[in-house]
């Protein structure tokens, strides 16, 4: 899913007017050396050139140690170049020179946001808040933190406000989708990001994380739409292709599918997931050699990759090369000992081997893993029926007969008879 992140419109405090002191002249002179050497920052930072910048802050502060603006300058600078520490510092004297100066919160926040330190994010983003209760980038901004820390609520409530304060605050309306989606409320999920397309119909975000929503409730015509006007609007996004294939996919529309997978692949030859995707479309299809082809390719660029390992073992399994689905299967089971669908995908080589007691152990782990599978529960049944375990074979029957599954209720009708 993609959501924008946290905001990182720092405000550069620029102030061009002389400061007015009563006291000494050479005071005077010093102070206004200063507001000069401040100025002239002001110049080199809107040319882009901030190491001049930083000079001319430096100089200032130098002549004048209370210029809070020159601190609170250098340190967005600082923030801009990646020099954190130097910014967290320079932020820190602008809040002990000016108390109740938001943007410094704010900015140290992000500042800490970037670290990593959320806690101290939090912390400055509230303090803005504190300090201006209409503050709207500090709610979105503390909302993105929590979000990211997992504290759904709590960023549920600051988007609001948010969007409370803006109404027509696209990026707050798409991460507070973001959420309803993880939280599986995908009905507001889905108002928010509408409302987002509202707002901007080229915000290809929501249209993107709106497919995302319509293709989990299997609304794959829409998602396909979703995904398509993405496309229209970012035709180099390769992770949007790979999505409308699978809508695609989902419909059976192989032909459309394979093309967005080969599109995807095109853009990043890289990318393992589209070379798995096409290989199960392949897969599908009966296309067994171009398969084997994808889901290699895909075991290439990632070894770690189970389900490709799994993937291809069924294609093995389907060609009746037992030793190579076997293989893959143990393969995928190494790397993923939770796997349900390879043990039962080896269990099934097994019964087709004929070796009933590794059949039936593969399916043992398989119903630890998935035990809502009336299948799995049919199939170790048949395994204990020709080991000759009729009474492990019934109760197996019965309890995939009691989860609907017909052709288990058949046998255990013809074996009580």
């Not at 409320?185 to 707002?199: G, H, M, N, Q």
């Not at 790397?335 to 039962?344: M, R, V």
């Not at 007969?401 to 017909?406: L, T």
């Amino acid at each position: 899913m993609i959501h924008r992140g946290i905001t990182i419109g720092l405000v550069l405090m620029l102030c061009m007017c002389l400061v007015t002191v009563a006291c000494s002249q050479n005071k005077d002179e010093k102070l206004q050396n200063a507001q000069e050497w401040f100025e002239k920052g002001g110049d080199a930072y809107a040319m882009g050139d901030y190491e001049k910048a930083i000079e001319y802050w430096t100089k200032t502060i130098e002549l004048n140690p209370e210029h809070d603006k020159a601190f609170f300058n250098r340190a967005v600078v600082y923030g801009t170049l990646a020099r954190y520490e130097e910014a967290i510092e320079d932020y820190t004297k602008t809040i002990e020179l000016d108390p109740e100066c938001v943007s410094a919160y704010y900015n140290r926040g992000i500042v800490y946001n970037d670290l990593g330190r959320s806690d101290e994010a939090i912390t400055d983003y509230t303090k803005a808040i504190e300090l201006d209760p209409e503050y709207v980038e500090a709610y979105y901004n503390r909302g993105t933190t929590y979000r990211d820390l997992g504290r759904y609520d709590d960023a549920i409530a600051d988007f609001t406000r948010a969007i409370e304060l803006n109404p027509e605050y696209v990026d707050a309306y798409n991460n507070r989708g973001g959420i309803y989606k993880d939280l599986g409320r995908s009905d507001e999920a889905i108002v928010d990001y509408t409302k987002a397309i509202e707002l901007d119909p080229e915000f290809t975000s929501a249209y993107y994380n709106r497919g995302i929503v319509y293709n989990g409730l299997g609304r794959y015509d829409e998602a396909i739409a979703d995904y398509t006007k993405f496309i229209d609007l970012d035709s180099e996004f390769t992770i949007a292709y790979d999505n409308r294939g699978n809508a695609y996919k989902m419909l059976s529309r192989y032909d459309e599918a394979i093309a967005d997978y080969t599109k995807a692949i095109e853009l990043d030859p890289e990318y393992v997931s589209a070379y798995n995707n096409r290989g199960s479309a392949y897969t599908d299809l009966g296309r067994y050699d171009e398969a084997i082809a994808d889901y290699t390719k895909a075991i290439v660029l990632d070894p770690w990759f189970s389900m490709a390992y799994c993937n291809r073992g069924v294609v093995y399994m389907n060609l009746d090369r037992y030793d190579d689905a076997i293989a893959d299967y143990t393969k995928a089971i190494e790397l993923d000992p939770e796997y349900g669908d390879a043990y039962t995908g080896r269990g099934i080589v097994y019964y087709n081997l004929g070796r009933f007691d590794d059949a039936i152990s593969d399916y043992v782990k398989a119903i630890e893993l998935n035990p809502g599978s009336a299948l799995l529960y049919y199939n170790r049944g048949i395994a204990y029926y020709l080991q000759g375990s009729i009474d492990k074979a019934l109760v197996d029957f019965e309890t995939a007969c009691d989860m609907g599954h017909e052709t288990a209720c058949e046998n255990l009708e013809k074996l009580g008879e």
